[in-house]
């Protein structure tokens, strides 16, 4: 019999598991955001009859979830899943031992999972089970969503997600004129979904110090979802009057800094922030150490939000997985400050994705090659 192929359809259902994953970006904890959908034809063409998403704090698994809403509809299903199915004991039973139990007949997947406890595993109980498998189904599209999470998984890193908002001249900010408005709302709002798909968000302490933000998610309804935000402030230099340490109650603060015993660091420390002593590499914090800290504590996907010095150090050190920016059509002139990307100046070896319009704005979603 002739290996089967990937259909339209299995594309057309495999979009909508992942564009489902992208719900839980940043709330399964140090689990990736797994989605599935278990898909049956009830005599009208194939139809939905079971989705889950991996839960919030990481447990049940996704497939658990879609099982359960599937019940005696999963018999006989095509499941898609964005992440391989485990094969290893949980709380719950391997949730491929799970599907095979279920009685579906075709397993579609985007991406094989590394984790060693998994990889190549969940496939194979499938395969002798005598399930058709089939791998790699739109895998860029659903690196959307996991590739943090895969990056973690080979680099023991924290993954970078550049957020930039560029002028039509190329400016992230202007020196004459503080908090420069350069996005307009949607936008700016957009930014905010942004902020609640990432377990924490990154500044300078020049950004922290002189725009004074608070960094939280304001959206209506994401509230909650604020990430953790760290502070780069080599020198300890961040005061305890800011709006960073105001809103500490509605989110963590970390201050990564090479003077953790200094008198500022002890006055933020009793102030609720978390002090992170960090190395020091060309005068700076060293990031891919910082990352490798982050990646410790349970942090997959850092947002890195200003300024252009401290987005140049994460390229430099080729710690950016991806790259989001806004473009205006505001102009900024001579005492502006140059961005280190634009659509048209791409750093080397990274290419537009996706492409948006929010507003007056466009939005580009940069990626490696
Ligand atoms: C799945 N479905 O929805 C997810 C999976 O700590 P545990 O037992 O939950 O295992 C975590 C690992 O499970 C994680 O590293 C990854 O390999 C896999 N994630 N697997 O079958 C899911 N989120
Ligand atoms: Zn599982």
């Given at each position: 019999m002739a290996a089967e192929n990937l259909t339209k359809t299995d594309e057309r259902f495999m979009a909508a598991a992942i564009r489902l994953g992208r719900r839980h970006l940043a709330r399964t904890g140090t689990n990736p955001s797994v989605s599935t959908l278990l898909v049956k034809d009830l005599g009208h063409g194939p139809v939905i009859v079971g989705s889950g998403i991996t839960?919030?704090?990481?447990?049940?698994?996704a497939e658990a979830a879609a099982l359960a809403e599937a019940g005696e509809h999963a018999k006989g299903a095509t499941a898609y899943v964005t992440l391989e199915p485990c094969a290893h004991h949980g709380r719950t039973p391997p949730c491929a031992v799970s599907l095979v139990n279920a009685g579906i007949t075709r397993l579609v997947s985007a991406l094989t999972d590394p984790d060693e406890r998994v990889s190549g595993k969940g496939y194979n109980i499938l395969r002798e089970a005598g399930i058709t498998v089939l791998v790699g189904c739109l895998e860029d599209e659903a690196r959307t969503v996991l590739g943090s999470y895969l990056n973690r998984s080979m680099t023991k890193r924290a993954q970078a997600t550049l957020k930039l908002a560029v002028s039509a001249d190329g400016m992230i900010g202007d020196r004459k004129i503080r908090q420069l408005m350069i996005t307009q709302e949607q936008a700016r709002h957009q930014s905010h979904i942004l902020r609640a798909e990432h377990d924490a968000i990154i500044v300078g302490v020049d950004t922290a110090i002189i725009d004074n933000p608070t960094l939280t998610c304001r959206l209506p309804g994401l509230e909650s979802r604020s990430p953790v935000r760290i502070v780069l402030d080599t020198g300890a230099r961040l005061g305890v009057d800011g709006a960073l340490v105001h809103t500490i109650d509605q989110a963590p603060l970390y201050v990564a800094t090479a003077y953790p015993q200094s008198d500022n660091a002890k006055a933020l420390a009793d102030h609720g922030a978390k002090i992170m002593a960090c190395d020091i590499h060309d005068g700076r914090i060293a990031l891919p150490e910082l990352m490798e800290d982050l990646a410790a504590i349970g942090i997959t996907r850092a947002l890195v939000e200003g300024g252009g010095q401290v987005a140049r150090s994460f390229l430099r050190d080729d710690l950016v997985e991806n790259i989001c920016l806004f473009e205006s059509d505001v102009e900024v002139g001579k005492s502006g400050i140059a961005s280190p990307v634009t659509s048209g100046d791409l750093p080397d070896g990274f290419v537009i994705k996706r492409r948006a319009i929010f507003g007056p704005d466009r939005y580009f979603e940069i990626g490696k090659n």
């Open positions: 839960d919030i704090g990481g447990r049940p698994h």
